[in-house]
């Protein structure tokens, strides 16, 4: 029997299961990008993603722009991720493995002997956090996805020295290890972690930069409203086939005060805080901060003059930068049961992460990471639900327009192996452009029990695409289910489809990601009464192996499974 035979029989067999979804677990926090199905989503590694919701309005990633909820983020280079994430867990222990498919134990029922592949790359991680005595408890994780990194490792070990990571020898793109305590009681939620860990980022010039963060200490306390972040970082960088290296010290954090009771039932709303980046930078290094220091001060505000009628403004300004989320939104009664949301949100600004670096250095050259003047989007919105039963349908059509978008102005490429690196600027799209979307679902729902959802969207954008980073697709469907059996058991499913799409500027033709069909699916057995779970989830089962980003790593068939215990 044929391998395609093969593949085909198991898709049936797992697609015959289907009432089925919910959350399909991905690898690690911050990776929820992979099995998301609502738009473009990239993923080069888990470091690196281009994230965009279908009808999100403008041509920017997700992770490009800045937003009070994304305070605890990392940043990475100028994106902002939950990849490595030092949030601590719930009072648990738990083990975590994986591997992409060609590991012996996943290959046999697959592959017949002559097309099995070579052994992949893993994922481990183990870690625990204790129950609380008179409120404090102690944690600690060790943790690594090496998922994505063996199509561009031949290219980094030449960078860095020994492996790179806590263990192993494929130079995954993370690899943390975190320990400290914590308090949580009357009104306080407070921990202190440090550790070390290994990231490799990806740069505007189409580089992956290596850091290796010895120490790295981060604080983070909540008292009733405010909410505090402190972090300490020593970054290691280096570039050995070059004898170079160099060192960052930096000092990041946040205050964030947010209206609580006082405002829960009035008509006005307000939060305010700030975030800084503080470096000091030492030998040879490859980003750059302008003054050395980014102070961020914010304002939030709500206003409710009408029960179901809500303005939001949230607004940032310091001495090199300015920017203005708003948004008004607008909710009809028209039927007891349906729900029909009429909204304008708008951006505006100079950039679209102003805590981010400034410049980056690469041979020789200075890539400007700030646009001179700025972009601005305007999006309408209608979204309508409605319920009958035990189903819902709901619709939801939005248009926008953008001037000044960011964009990348190359003025060359350099070849490294099978790598292709870019010389230029960060820019910005003199013109307007254009985008109109659409989506559409069904939703069954019985209890707990079951939940179905069948969903498709579309969206063109009309304007100069090859100056865009990103083409995004045009069109995407998915099924996605969710079933509980008994109260212990549960089967997640999602088959989904999404068009093609293409990157333009980063290497001298644009790269096409053809379109896809992508099956993922979550298997859970609870043991409630002993607080233990056992989990496994397939990612991309149908899809084909394809590198999703230039200089990317193949995103290929893997599997995953956790054990937890809660306490």
């Known amino acids: 029997m044929s391998t395609m035979s093969l593949h085909k029989i198991f898709a049936f067999v797992c697609l015959a299961a289907l009432p089925a979804f919910a959350l399909i677990e991905p690898e690690t926090e911050g990776m929820e990008a992979v099995s998301r199905d609502d738009g473009t989503f990239l993923v080069g590694s888990p470091t690196y993603a281009f994230d965009r919701k279908n009808g999100a309005g403008g041509i920017h990633s997700e992770s490009e722009l800045w937003a009070p909820e994304k305070l605890r983020m990392r940043l ?34 697959l592959y017949e002997k002559d097309d099995r592949p070579s052994n992949r790359t893993p994922i481990l991680e183990g870690g625990f956090r204790s129950p609380a005595f008179m409120g404090l408890w102690a944690t600690a994780r060790l943790f690594q996805v090496d998922h994505y990194s063996d199509e561009t490792m031949r290219t980094r070990n030449r960078y860095v020295d020994d492996s790179f990571a806590w263990f192993g020898e494929n130079w995954p793109m993370f690899s943390t290890a975190y320990g400290g305590l914590g308090y949580t009681g009357h009104g306080l939620n407070a921990s202190v972690l440090a550790g070390e860990e290994y990231v490799w980022v990806f740069g505007e010039s189409s580089r992956w930069i290596p850091i290796h963060y010895s120490p790295r200490v981060e604080a983070r306390a909540d008292f009733w409203d405010l909410s505090l972040t402190l972090a300490y970082e020593n970054a290691e960088f280096q570039n050995r086939k070059k004898s170079e290296s160099g060192t960052r010290t930096e000092w990041n954090g946040s205050a964030y005060y ?106 020789g050259d200075t890539i400007s990471l700030a646009a001179d003047g700025s972009m601005q989007m305007h999006e309408l919105y209608v ?13 939801r ?149 394809v590198v999703q980003t230039p200089n990317g790593n193949y995103d290929r068939l893997r599997f995953v499974c956790t054990v937890r215990k809660t306490f």
């Open 383 to 395: 979204r309508a639900e409605d319920s009958l039963s035990v189903f819902r349908l709901g619709a």
């Open 76 to 109: 990475l280079f100028n994106r902002l991720s939950e990849t490595p994430s030092w949030t601590p867990h719930e009072a648990s222990i738990w083990l975590r493995t994986g591997n992409e498919l060609g590991d012996m134990i996943y290959q046999d029922p």
């Open 397 to 545: 059509v939005a248009g926008w327009i953008e001037h000044g978008a960011e964009t990348f102005d190359t003025t060359g490429f350099v070849n490294d192996r099978n790598l292709v690196y870019r010389h230029g600027d960060v820019a910005r799209i003199d013109e307007w452009i254009q985008g109109l979307s659409g989506e559409v679902w069904l939703g069954i729902d019985y209890g707990e029990m079951f939940s179905f959802t069948a969903l498709g969207g579309y969206e063109h954008i009309w304007g100069p695409s090859r100056e865009f980073e990103v083409s995004p697709v045009e069109y995407y469907a998915a099924f996605e289910g969710d079933w509980l059996l008994n109260g212990t058991f549960r089967i997640a499913h999602s088959l989904r489809y999404r068009s093609d799409a293409r990157w333009n500027l980063r290497s001298s033709d644009p790269k096409v990601i053809k379109g896809d069909w992508y099956w993922d699916a979550s298997f859970e057995q609870r043991f409630p009464k002993y607080g233990i779970y056992l989990s496994g989830t397939l990612l991309h089962v149908l899809s084909d192996d």
């Open 258 to 363: 947010r209206c609580g009771k006082l405002c829960k039932d009035g008509m006005l709303w307000f939060g305010a805080g700030v975030q800084f980046r503080t470096v000091e930078d030492d030998g040879k290094l490859y980003t750059g901060l302008e003054d050395d220091v980014v102070v961020w001060p914010f304002a939030q505000l709500r206003l409710t003059p009408l029960k179901d009628l809500s303005l939001d403004a949230t607004f940032g300004v310091n001495n090199r930068d300015w920017l203005l989320l708003d948004s008004i939104e607008y909710k009809i009664a028209a039927l007891p049961r349906l729900g029909l949301v009429v909204g304008e949100k708008n951006v505006a600004g100079t950039r679209l992460n102003p805590i981010a670096d400034t410049e980056e250095y690469f041979d």
